[in-house]
């Protein structure tokens, strides 16, 4: 029987490390203060980390991801995450799950306000890499990237379902731009796309320095656009201005990104957008809804 969420405990991972890499078996174990949604992670003494699927639906997106990795190989300034081992499923965890090098940092909702410029600016350099990185044996955007990196458009049903529930000028704006960003397109070649930029998914030191970029669970190669939507999920205008010129992107890009920003926080409630991106739905939507579409 296959461990529901909740039950992928210390103890679980420590009877999966001993079973199968006996020689960390000795070493503390303990979760980690931030947990995404997708997999549960564990540091394993000071070097490492364990990583498992929360759920079946999330095995694809593990393998997926060490595949990325591989192909992604030290092509970046900052670190990305390094698999040390892969585990097996087994009677105690039926999902594969992996041993990782241990990364230092902190997220962006502990890095001070007078070390947000640098943060920001960094995030923007990192992405910048990313994307000139050659895209060979990379994975392309579609169902398994949940479509990021794809057009907007492949989101528009549901923002289509959520835009009446707005009202006032902030759906006249917010439907306005989503009219005008679906018309454009990505017209360069194909690149690298992190698939979710958010701050529990970035690592920076004590000074706001990037560190590292993780979670590469929907990394893919396609437009860019989807990864601008950190800009208004969680930046002030003047740290989009701080991307824009970091990145060098065409505007209708900017627009799209926009509208990834919209479909998010359409789709998510309000304590769920500030507990992942530190923003306020409302804020998200009355800054995207005043962006010039024409």
Not at 169 to 198: E, F, I, N, S, Y
Request: aromatic share 8%; with cysteine.
């Amino acid at each position: 029987m296959t461990a529901a969420p909740e039950e992928i405990t210390s103890s679980l991972v420590r009877s999966l490390v001993s079973e199968q890499f006996p020689q960390w078996s000795e070493l503390p174990i303990r979760p980690v203060e931030v947990q995404g949604w997708d997999n549960r992670t564990f540091q394993l003494g000071d070097r490492m980390s364990v990583r498992l699927p929360s759920t079946d639906g999330y095995v694809a997106g593990l393998v997926r991801e060490e595949q990325t990795l591989a192909a992604l190989g030290s092509r970046l300034r900052v670190a990305i995450p390094r698999v040390v081992a892969t585990g097996s499923p087994s009677a105690a965890f039926n999902r594969p799950w992996s041993v990782r090098a241990w990364i230092d940092g902190q997220t962006l909702t502990t890095v001070g306000a007078r070390a947000r410029d640098r943060a920001i600016s960094g995030v923007g350099d990192a992405l910048r890499e990313l994307q000139a990185c050659d895209t060979a044996g990379g994975p392309w955007a579609g169902s398994a990237s949940a479509y990021r990196g794809c057009h907007v458009s492949a989101v528009g049903e549901q923002v289509q379902d959520q835009l009446p529930l707005l009202s006032g000028r902030q759906a006249d704006g917010c439907r306005a731009v989503w009219d005008a960003a679906v018309t454009t397109v990505w017209a360069d070649p194909p690149v690298w796309v992190h698939g979710d930029v958010a701050p529990g998914n970035m690592l920076f030191d004590t000074d706001g320095r990037l560190t590292a970029l993780i979670d590469f669970g929907q990394t893919c190669v396609g437009d860019p656009a989807c990864d601008l939507a950190f800009a208004w999920l969680c930046c002030s205008s003047r740290e989009r201005d701080l991307l824009r010129e970091r990145l060098g992107l065409p505007e209708d890009a900017w627009l799209r990104g926009a509208a990834w920003a919209m479909w998010k926080a359409l789709i998510s409630s309000p304590g769920e957008m500030l507990a992942k991106y530190g923003r306020s739905r409302d804020a998200v939507l009355t800054d995207v809804a005043c962006l010039p579409a024409g």
